[in-house]
């Protein structure tokens, strides 16, 4: 079947209980309101049962008892076995495989999204260059022409704000950083544009 990880961002929410019958063995519960995210890092490690590992419990693994579709009112129960050491290690290696292929995944992910965000400011250029071209041929006043490379400037940092805040790949902290290089990459187009 597969191997999945679970992380738990509010340990509290998990309860390990040991079996009263057998040595080893424990149940695992997990509330309905813990924030966990389970990620597939393996289709054909564990080839009988799909198989969970949280990495709070380095020595166990678990099998889920309860149904995926859980409702929200709903606890996800886990039964657990002692694992040994040489499958701990398959299973950390296996981790940071997938964490490195992720990494790799997420920076190409960010590539491409500089690459969508370059040709929105390049649109803004072209924007600006037919303002120029009106003020040159007297179709604008500066002022006129001041106002709009004003509201092109607003509308296009609006588009870019949009585009990065609904990008739910995207992380916080990357969005924040990309947003911030872009407001100051088009206020300097700002300055570069508006005449006096």
Same mark, same amino acid.
């Given at each position: 079947?597969?191997? *999945? ?6 340990? #509290? ?10 040595? %080893?063995?424990? /149940? ?12 597939? +890092? ?6 009988? &049962? ?7 419990? *380095? ?12 409702? &929200? ?6 039964? %657990? ?19 490195? /292929? *992720?990494?790799?995944?997420?920076? #190409? ?7 969508? +965000? ?6 803004? %250029? ?11 041929? #007297? ?47 088009? #206020?300097?187009? %700002? ?6």
């Amino acid at each position: 079947m597969s191997l *999945e990880i679970c992380e738990v961002n509010d340990p #509290e929410k998990l309860k390990l209980k040991n079996s009263i019958l057998f040595k %080893g063995r424990f /149940k695992l519960i997990l509330e309905p309101s813990a924030e966990c995210k389970f990620t597939r +890092i393996s289709e054909d490690i564990y080839s009988k &049962q799909q198989k969970v590992y949280f990495p709070l419990f *380095e020595n166990m693994i678990f099998t889920k008892t309860s149904s995926d579709d859980r409702l &929200q009112s709903q606890r996800l129960v886990f039964k %657990g076995n002692l694992i040994q050491d040489d499958e701990i290690e398959m299973i950390k290696s296996l981790i940071k495989e997938n964490i490195e /292929k *992720e990494n790799a995944r997420y920076k #190409e992910y960010k590539k491409e999204l500089e690459k969508e +965000i370059s040709e929105i400011v390049n649109s803004l %250029g072209s924007e600006i260059s037919n303002q120029k071209d009106f003020l040159d041929k #007297e179709f604008l006043t500066k002022h006129q022409y001041n106002e709009h490379i004003k509201t092109l400037l607003s509308a296009y940092l609006d588009i870019i704000r949009l585009k990065l805040d609904k990008d739910v790949n995207l992380k916080s902290e990357d969005r924040n950083l990309i947003i911030k290089f872009y407001e100051n990459m088009i #206020e300097g187009i %700002g300055k570069n544009n508006i005449t006096n």
